[in-house]
């Protein structure tokens, strides 16, 4: 079995709709529960049966050598692919999409698990360094330490979060710069986090925001900040499955600044130009602009 650390470079080398030619090595149950592909890497892939031709007559046998596509992966270390061949592929496939992954289109060729680089003014990244960098919970007994640290009064409010590039989870007082709080450097998530503790004294995650203007993260990387926290030994009953607090980001494509999408009114607030349907932060240089929504919490 792959470490943590190595299944997320994997990720982040990979991109969605990526070709690779796998290998099928098992069909354990033909229209049943799909097939397993060696792909060449150090994980194995598997192909789910609702993308796969029905009957399961029709299915690749073992031993069949044919392209696919790398179609999703997330903390079970092992890649999901998609079948090439319209020959092994579901018959309805396209309805299957338009229900269940209706923004696999605007996914294709966007990396499995996306960096976000500081997009911010730039006045704030020369004083961030390893010495500004947040508290790491790697563990249980990480977290742990960093809470008996805290006082009362500070669990009354978020405190600022970033997820970084090895996807541990660093946490900073609220009014903290999110560069400041990476160290400087990329992300895979940024936001801000509140905890809590249960009546008999287990801490929990009560809100969890992707706010961060300074990296203006997708919707995605709630994917890493989930992870973060299942290595900080938070149980999935005690967080979140979602953002309460959701923030969409796009960059105008007229004027280049920085906007918080409200009410799903794709508008930039500066110029009044439509913005794109698709995250599209990283197509410009950082500290290009005094950033968007100054009203919705820290700049960075």
């Known amino acids: 079995m792959i470490t943590d650390t190595e299944w997320l470079r994997i990720r982040r080398e990979l991109r969605h709709g990526q070709l690779l030619t796998g290998t099928v090595v098992r069909v354990p ?42 179609w999703a992966a997330d903390d079970r270390k092992q890649l999901r692919l998609k079948p090439v061949d319209p020959a092994y592929l579901s018959d309805d496939f396209d309805a299957f999409v338009a229900e269940h992954r209706p923004g696999r289109p605007d996914e294709i060729g966007t990396p499995l698990v996306r960096t976000y680089r500081y ?18 919970v790697a563990s249980r007994a990480d977290f742990g330490e960093w809470a008996a640290g805290r006082a009362r009064a500070e669990w009354d409010e978020p405190y600022t979060y970033v997820v970084g590039t090895d996807g541990l989870l660093r946490l900073a007082p609220r009014r903290s710069e ?29 809100e969890v925001s ?40 796009r960059r105008c494509t007229h ?46």
Do not use: K
């Not at 998530?189 to 249960?198: H, L």
């Open 29 to 70: 149950r033909p229209g049943a529960i799909g097939i397993f592909v060696d792909v060449g890497l150090a994980v194995g892939g598997f192909v789910d049966m609702a993308l796969l031709s029905q009957p399961g007559a029709r299915w690749p046998l073992e031993g069949t050598v044919t392209p696919f596509e790398v």
């Open 178 to 206: 999110h560069v400041a709080c990476a160290g400087g450097g990329s992300v895979l998530a940024a936001g801000e986090i509140a905890f809590g503790r249960t009546g008999d004294g287990r801490p929990t995650v009560t």
């Open 255 to 300: 004027c280049r600044e920085r906007n918080v999408v409200r009410e799903g009114h794709f508008v930039c607030a500066i110029c009044g130009a439509g913005l794109p349907a698709g995250w599209n932060l990283d197509d410009a240089d950082p500290g290009t602009g005094p950033g968007a929504g100054a009203d919705d919490g820290p700049a960075a």
């Open 119 to 136: 997009v911010g003014p730039a006045d704030l990244v020369a004083g961030a360094g390893a010495a500004t960098a947040g508290h790491a």
């Open 210 to 249: 992707n706010l961060s203007t300074g990296y203006c993260p997708d919707l995605s990387s709630w994917q890493q900040i989930a992870e973060a926290l299942d290595r900080a030994g938070f149980e999935r009953r005690d967080r979140p499955d979602a953002f309460t607090h959701a923030v969409v980001f």
